[in-house]
């Protein structure tokens, strides 16, 4: 490895890296967060983050293109960068990484193609494999080597199961290939569930129910996120292991269907499973903090924590490098659904403190120790509840 850092695909000659598009810058993008924190404050968070495993349940931690129009084009290439100088900063041992997903649109204007998920997992891989700040993640072995050695672990996952069509021996090709996360259904129902756009909710098909258990069988997390509240229960029903709401909300909290009810959100933890609070721009609002801030985020995790317990929260922050509002806009026939049913809102361009994966646990840590919460709660929060949960899930 020579002194300059690494950038995606670098490996390449510069006229056959593909992207022809502008990125968006991966610090200062934004300006930063003021938690308004005493200087001993900060610096315990500081501790605590250094100290502890700290793991985000769900993040896309790669550029996009400066422009979010571009993003079409960008994606056309099967060539997503990873944000690698962004992560160094981000204090963070583990993302769960879930790649294009609803964006893949690689050889067509649908996502979710099993060739162009399959594209968008092996490009990654290759990036990675040429670089020496990024591991991939695959057991819990390799997330204690990351905390001890200094890197930054990718779980790479996907948000629904879609890709599998009706072929359930492709769980254990995903498997193979790396993926240690899998969603049920995204917004729209596939194979296996309704997904939580559908106005009927048809639950859990036995096809799902027979994909939920493979997925125990090989060591999967399940991921009930985008699926509809039926389809949590369902799942939470069939699984044998605990299961992931990896990045959320409570809907009692903000009404939209993008939001959990309160039998999904405690089945999740019956099953020994964590919640993870989404950022999303415009989801995880609040009638306190309606203009949508770290302060919103913050209250769907107290209101979670009061219905569930510490033992089952976490943070999926779902924050990207780039505008993620501009995003919705390019994306809003296949990402839409985040809103549906909102009270009015104003809206903001990007989430105050949760706006990219730099700035996220800095800023989650700081808000938990200026608000009371005890050193070994900010642990579980911060990655400890996601470990048990994963021991208890993967193989090894």
């Given at each position: 490895?020579?002194?300059?850092?690494?950038t995606?695909?670098?490996?390449?000659?510069?006229?056959?890296?593909?992207?022809?598009?502008?990125?968006?810058?991966?610090?200062?993008?934004?300006?930063?967060?003021?938690?308004?924190?005493t200087?001993?404050?900060?610096?315990h968070?500081?501790?605590?983050?250094?100290?502890?495993?700290t793991?985000?349940l769900?993040?896309?931690?790669?550029?996009?293109?400066?422009?979010?129009?571009?993003?079409p084009?960008?994606?056309?290439?099967?060539?997503?960068?990873?944000a690698?100088?962004?992560?160094?900063?981000?204090?963070?041992?583990v993302i769960?990484?879930?790649?294009?997903?609803?964006?893949?649109c690689?050889?067509?204007?649908?996502?979710?193609?099993?060739?162009?998920?399959?594209?968008?997992?092996?490009?990654?891989?290759?990036?990675?494999?040429h670089?020496?700040?990024?591991?991939?993640?695959?057991?819990?072995?390799?997330?204690?080597?990351?905390?001890?050695?200094?890197?930054?672990?990718?779980?790479f996952?996907?948000?629904?199961?879609?890709?599998?069509?009706?072929?359930?021996?492709?769980?254990?090709?995903?498997?193979?290939l790396?993926?240690?996360?899998?969603?049920i259904?995204?917004?729209?129902?596939?194979?296996?569930?309704?997904?939580?756009?559908?106005?009927?909710?048809?639950?859990?098909?036995?096809?799902?129910?027979?994909?939920?258990?493979?997925?125990?069988?090989?060591?999967?997390?399940?991921?009930?996120?985008?699926?509809?509240?039926?389809?949590?229960?369902?799942?939470?029903?069939?699984?044998?292991?605990?299961?992931?709401?990896?990045?959320?909300?409570?809907k009692?909290i903000?009404?939209?269907?993008?939001?959990?009810?309160?039998?999904?959100?405690?089945?999740?933890?019956?099953?020994?499973?964590?919640?993870?609070?989404?950022?999303?721009?415009?989801?995880?609002?609040?009638?306190?903090?309606?203009?949508?801030?770290?302060d919103?985020?913050?209250?769907?995790?107290?209101?979670?924590?009061?219905?569930?317990?510490?033992?089952?929260?976490?943070?999926?922050?779902?924050?990207?490098?780039?505008?993620?509002?501009?995003?919705?806009?390019?994306?809003?026939?296949l990402?839409?659904?985040?809103?549906?049913g909102?009270?009015?809102?104003?809206?903001?361009?990007?989430?105050?403190?949760?706006e990219?994966?730099t700035?996220?646990?800095?800023?989650?840590?700081?808000?938990?120790?200026?608000?009371?919460?005890?050193?070994?709660?900010?642990?579980?929060i911060?990655?400890?509840?996601?470990m048990?949960?994963?021991?208890?899930?993967?193989?090894?």
């Amino acid at each position: 490895m020579t002194d300059k850092p690494y950038t995606s695909y670098s490996y390449l000659p510069e006229n056959e890296q593909f992207n022809k598009v502008e990125l968006a810058p991966e610090l200062d993008r934004v300006p930063a967060y003021d938690g308004k924190l005493t200087a001993e404050q900060k610096s315990h968070a500081e501790k605590l983050m250094r100290e502890n495993i700290t793991i985000s349940l769900h993040d896309h931690p790669v550029r996009f293109p400066k422009d979010m129009r571009d993003t079409p084009e960008y994606n056309r290439t099967g060539r997503q960068h990873t944000a690698f100088v962004g992560v160094k900063h981000s204090g963070m041992t583990v993302i769960f990484d879930n790649m294009m997903d609803g964006t893949a649109c690689v050889t067509g204007n649908a996502p979710w193609r099993w060739l162009d998920i399959i594209t968008d997992i092996g490009m990654r891989m290759a990036d990675i494999a040429h670089q020496d700040e990024v591991i991939v993640v695959r057991t819990l072995e390799d997330i204690h080597y990351a905390k001890k050695n200094g890197k930054i672990g990718f779980v790479f996952g996907l948000e629904a199961s879609t890709p599998i069509e009706n072929e359930i021996e492709r769980l254990d090709v995903l498997y193979g290939l790396g993926i240690r996360q899998l969603g049920i259904a995204y917004s729209d129902s596939n194979a296996l569930a309704s997904g939580l756009s559908e106005d009927v909710d048809g639950g859990l098909t036995s096809f799902g129910a027979r994909c939920v258990k493979r997925m125990n069988q090989l060591g999967i997390a399940i991921d009930v996120s985008h699926s509809s509240d039926q389809t949590s229960v369902d799942v939470a029903r069939f699984s044998t292991k605990p299961i992931f709401m990896t990045h959320a909300g409570a809907k009692a909290i903000w009404p939209i269907k993008r939001m959990k009810s309160d039998d999904a959100l405690k089945a999740v933890a019956s099953t020994g499973g964590v919640i993870g609070m989404s950022a999303a721009p415009h989801t995880t609002l609040s009638k306190a903090h309606p203009l949508h801030s770290i302060d919103s985020v913050m209250d769907h995790l107290m209101y979670c924590i009061d219905l569930v317990g510490i033992d089952h929260v976490a943070f999926g922050p779902d924050t990207l490098y780039g505008d993620h509002v501009g995003l919705h806009t390019v994306f809003s026939g296949l990402l839409g659904a985040a809103t549906q049913g909102a009270p009015e809102f104003e809206r903001v361009k990007y989430v105050d403190g949760l706006e990219n994966p730099t700035e996220n646990f800095w800023n989650i840590a700081g808000w938990l120790v200026k608000n009371g919460f005890s050193d070994s709660d900010i642990a579980k929060i911060l990655g400890g509840n996601i470990m048990r949960a994963l021991e208890g899930i993967w193989i090894k």
